[in-house]
Nanobody, 115 residues
């Protein structure tokens, strides 16, 4: 019954920035690991970045130093700040919540890096 809605995707030029947001329909972020995943054409879905309930983060090597994940539990929202984007960042980005109550996915938001 949990719904996750991503937003903020779109067309961005190489080197540009954008911020993705994911809002949950219910208060499920407490004690949950939140993450962003992406799937590019011809590739498997991969982890982009994660953030724990304590605020610890980790990110894929391909985005380290460029992407930053953050969370606002009061707003049931997780963000992905994307900077210095590259063509290889083009993908559908999915929000993920991993909690003791289950694992939930959003429907995804398209990010296209192009001139």
């Amino acid at each position: 019954q949990v719904q996750l809605v991503e937003s903020g995707g779109g067309l961005v030029q190489p080197g540009g920035s954008l911020r993705l947001s994911c809002v949950a329909s219910t208060n499920i972020f407490n004690n949950a690991i939140l993450g962003w995943y992406r799937q590019a054409p011809g590739k498997q879905r991969e982890m982009v970045a994660r953030i724990t309930s304590s605020g610890a983060t980790n990110a894929a090597d391909s985005v380290k130093g460029r992407f930053t994940i953050s969370r606002d539990n009061a707003k049931n929202t997780v963000y992905l700040q994307m900077s210095s984007v590259k063509f290889e960042d083009t993908a559908i980005y999915y929000c993920n919540v991993n909690s003791v109550h289950g694992t939930f996915w959003g429907q995804g938001t398209q990010v296209t890096v192009s001139s």
